[in-house]
């Protein structure tokens, strides 16, 4: 089971950190990913790490913004979000998968409730 927090609202140009904390033990023989759906929108890939958290791939619209982290021994990851702009506005979700970099929210097995993120301008 995932449980992210930490959305809320910020001002364009504000930073937030987003958490999710799964209560699997195996948690650290899971890559994870970060995905965000706006209103009306598809899903989109937001960021993938590894299971060991040294490999981490960003989404183009996000890159250089956002970081990614994970801390296996809370089994936790973590998505960083600086310089926010109102086009980040959106539920964030984050997800397990057996491999890493995986980019299709599709290929993920296990998600978590989504915490919403609104950026005003």
């Known amino acids: 089971q995932l449980q992210a927090s930490g959305g809320g609202l910020v001002q364009a140009g504000g930073s937030l950190r987003l958490s999710c904390v799964a209560s699997?033990?195996?948690?650290?023989?899971?890559?994870m990913g970060w995905f965000r759906q706006a209103p009306g929108k598809d899903r989109e890939f937001v960021a993938s790490?590894?299971?060991?958290?040294?490999?981490?791939f960003y989404g183009d619209s996000v890159k250089g913004r956002f970081t990614c982290s994970r801390d296996n021994a809370k089994n936790t990851v973590h998505l960083q979000m600086t310089s926010l702009k109102p086009e980040d506005t959106a539920v964030y979700s984050c997800?397990?998968?057996?491999?890493?970099?995986?980019?299709?929210?599709?290929?993920?097995?296990?998600w978590g409730q989504g915490t919403l993120v609104t950026v005003s301008s």
């Open positions: 699997e033990r195996a948690f650290s023989t899971y890559n």
């Open positions: 997800a397990a998968a057996d491999s890493y970099g995986e980019q299709r929210w599709q290929n993920y097995k296990y």
């Open positions: 790490t590894s299971r060991s958290g040294r490999s981490i």
